[in-house]
């Protein structure tokens, strides 16, 4: 079960953290990540985190967003700093697993940017 927190309004420059915390140990996952979809299109790779610490990211987020896991606390964070307008949608969290490679989402949250 994947738990998922952190977004809001903020005006445009602002910043947000999105949380998304796992039931179990990250370490039976493969990889942790971001997505973002927007109504009528299909999710979007934001950012993710290997077990291993490697990360990627979608080129319009490069240098703003960054990605972060916690091993203590079972969770994969998201902060999304010079936020702007265009980064208003729905983020979900994803996490496939070391075990059948099995993806699973957590709930979405809204990000809104004001202009």
């Known amino acids: 079960q994947l738990q998922a927190c952190g977004g809001g309004l903020v005006q445009a420059g602002g910043s947000l953290r999105l949380s998304c915390a796992a039931s179990?140990?990250?370490?039976?996952?493969?990889?942790m990540g971001w997505y973002r979809q927007r109504s009528g299109e299909q999710r979007d790779l934001v950012a993710d985190?290997?077990?291993?610490?490697?990360?990627q990211y979608k080129d319009s987020v490069n240098g703003r967003f960054t990605i972060s896991r916690d091993n203590v606390k079972n969770t994969v964070y998201l902060q999304m700093n010079s936020l702007k307008p265009e980064d208003t949608v729905v983020y979900y969290c994803n996490v496939v697993t070391k075990i059948f490679n099995r993806a699973y989402w957590g709930q979405g949250t809204q990000v809104t940017v004001s202009s």
């Open positions: 179990t140990s990250i370490f039976n996952f493969n990889r």
């Open positions: 985190i290997t077990s291993s610490s490697t990360t």
